[in-house]
């Protein structure tokens, strides 16, 4: 089952419903089955014991684990699955890239975008990228934490450790939080690592997801000027934005709307990735994963941030609109060129 090159996640809703994501469309796949929900029960276990201090048990009836290949299992039992039996979801690579220019040859962005991009990390910009789940978030940021120049120190900090940073670049660490234990070994939160990573003399911090009060850490340590990249849901670059805003404001920091739009501010640039889906013949279908938005974050007008569109088009399409954003120049020493 996980030899399948075809599989880019798979779903196990009980011993007899198992269904897999080609990519193209989410599928049942009736051929492949379990005896019953103690064969599926055992096929999770065994898996979990490739990850230290992991189990799925009665003490601990839901879990979640990075398996040794990357990819990503949660899985649950009775009575936390009210299903009644066992189930199970692992997530694989979705997209074979590991750098700016292998996206490109899998259509996901234009030459003349990924250099751009590539000129916003030389040039130490602070960006967010944005996109629905499994739209290709995780394999954007690591593409654009791989063109981060050698000479520099980066701290990587994820709740599950994904990106390959720390194994590529050299004067590079990385940090994982964990969730507190059954025997009693406490938690450590993402935003506790993201505080620590910035006595860890970082040139750049880059937070694998914002979604809770690990976004106030991140905006701090981009006020106190570490350059820094991070992912973060959302439909669009804008919706991206105000949810950075919501995570600020329930991180239980005290601060106003105003302040908060005031602290996103710091961000320099938002890519928002996409996964567009079709419908016919009463099923729906998903279209190649690409990039639909390059934006600047211009500035804030009343409760709102402003953003300039710097791209058009997707994809392979995207082509730059000559409204080049406040660093321009900056980036033109980092080797973007204006035509």
Known sequence: ????????????????????????????????????????????????EQVEGKRLDRITPRVEARLPDGSRLTAAIPPVSSNGCTICT?????????????????????????????????????????????????PLLN?????????????????????QLPRVLPNCVGYEARPASPDGLPAVSLDALVSDALRMNPDRILVGECRGPETMAMLWSFATGHAGMTSVHGESADHALRNLVRFALTSG??????????????????????RPRSFGARER????RRIDEIVEVAGVEGRRLTLNPLFEGTGPELRWLGSGPAYVNELEQAGFHVE
């Open 285 to 288: 279908r998903f279209l190649p």
């Open 90 to 138: 692992i997530r694989r690579f979705r997209l074979a890239a590991g750098t700016l220019d292998e996206l490109v040859a899998l259509d996901f962005l234009s030459e003349q975008a990924a250099c751009f991009l590539a000129a916003c990390v030389r040039a130490g910009k602070n960006i967010v990228v944005s996109g629905r789940v499994s739209s290709g978030k995780t």
């Open 143 to 163: 593409a654009l934490g791989r063109a981060i120049p050698g000479t520099e120190r980066v701290v990587v900090c994820e709740s599950s450790a994904e990106l």
């Open 1 to 48: 089952m996980l030899a399948d090159p075809l599989a880019q996640e798979w779903m196990i809703n009980g011993p007899k419903r198992l269904f897999r994501d080609t990519g193209e469309r989410i599928e049942r796949v009736p051929d492949l089955v379990f005896e019953d929900d103690r064969q599926v029960r055992a096929f999770v276990e065994r898996l979990l």
């Open 253 to 274: 920091a005290r601060i106003e709307a105003e302040q908060a739009l005031d602290w996103v501010r710091d961000v320099d640039l938002v890519v928002h990735c996409d």
